[in-house]
């Protein structure tokens, strides 16, 4: 059921993708139990398609439900874990809880440095977040040192014309209009 609720969100039909995957959440609480390691996972594939519909309050409970699950189950340091640090980083930063939404991204970034080594792409990911917390909040020389580490590093690694560096050109861009 979940990668039918998969298949949905990506067609964007977000009421049956919820739907379907509440279904894989029941299903997996009822048979797996809330201790097996794929419950948490269920309920993190739900946070998203609640945030795709405007459900920002219930998502935020799911991705700390995820969150929460994981940790337990698998441990704070386990790359399910760190997604769902993650996920509650960008979701709490969406809503305009920049201070929380901050906390919790640099949590998310240590981890991930910690875990994956200071050069993994998931690493630039985490900063670039992070830049755009900072950004919302009007901290133009945080978020214009996040964003030109996370440039020239993604320059380095996919080189100028890669759709990601491009991207980060663009957000530093923004940074410095706005300064």
């Not at 609720?5 to 739907?19: D, F, H, I, P, S």
């Not at 080594?117 to 830049?131: D, R, T, Y």
């Amino acid at each position: 059921m979940s990668n039918p609720g998969l298949v949905l969100e990506t067609q964007r039909k977000y009421e049956e993708a919820e739907a379907m995957h509440r279904r894989a959440l029941e299903g997996r609480e009822k048979v797996l139990g809330p201790e097996h390691p794929d419950t948490p996972t269920s309920v993190s594939d739900l946070g998203p398609v609640l945030e795709s519909q405007g459900k920002y309050k219930e998502a935020e409970a799911m991705h700390r439900r995820a969150l929460e699950g994981r940790q337990k189950v698998l441990g704070p340091e386990h790359l399910d874990t760190l997604a769902s640090i993650s996920n509650l980083g960008l979701l709490l930063m969406m809503q305009g809880k920049y201070e929380e939404a901050e906390a919790v991204q640099r949590r998310a970034l240590e981890a991930r440095e910690k875990v994956l080594g200071p050069e993994h792409p998931n690493i630039l990911i985490n900063m670039n977040n992070l830049a755009s917390t900072y950004f919302y909040q009007e901290r133009w020389k945080e978020a214009e040192e996040l964003e030109m580490r996370v440039m020239e590093t993604r320059k380095g690694a996919l080189g100028e014309k890669h759709l990601d560096t491009l991207t980060s050109m663009a957000n530093l861009a923004s940074t410095y209009r706005s300064q």
